[in-house]
């Protein structure tokens, strides 16, 4: 997501958020229509709203982990898919004490 028109951006991920709460899951890039949507709330300076969406995209990553049995497969889900590896690293940093009051975003 560029940095050149992030209300316009924020306006797409929104849609695209809605859209996936309103069908409940999809079995292709649902982590990467949450990521998008808190990144681009992070870009247009809504800080807890960014927080809030990211932190719902972790526990919705961890729900579909726990329906992997295989320990291993359930690993790769986590840490070897980027998109997932992404939103655990950014969850844990966002919510770190030591975390910036504004996090950063790539």
Request: no cysteine.
């Amino acid at each position: 997501m560029g940095r050149r028109d992030a209300p316009a951006a924020l306006l797409a991920a929104a849609e695209a958020q809605r859209e996936l709460d309103l069908l409940g899951e999809i079995e292709e890039g649902e982590s990467s229509v949450r990521l998008t949507h808190a990144e681009a709330l992070l870009q247009n300076g809504l800080d807890v709203e960014a927080r809030a969406a990211l932190e719902s995209a972790r526990e919705r990553i961890q729900a579909r982990a726990a329906r992997i049995e295989e320990p291993a497969w359930r690993e790769r889900f986590l840490h070897d898919v980027p998109v997932n590896a992404r939103i655990l690293s950014l969850a844990a940093q966002w919510s770190s004490p030591e975390a910036p009051k504004k996090p950063v975003a790539a």
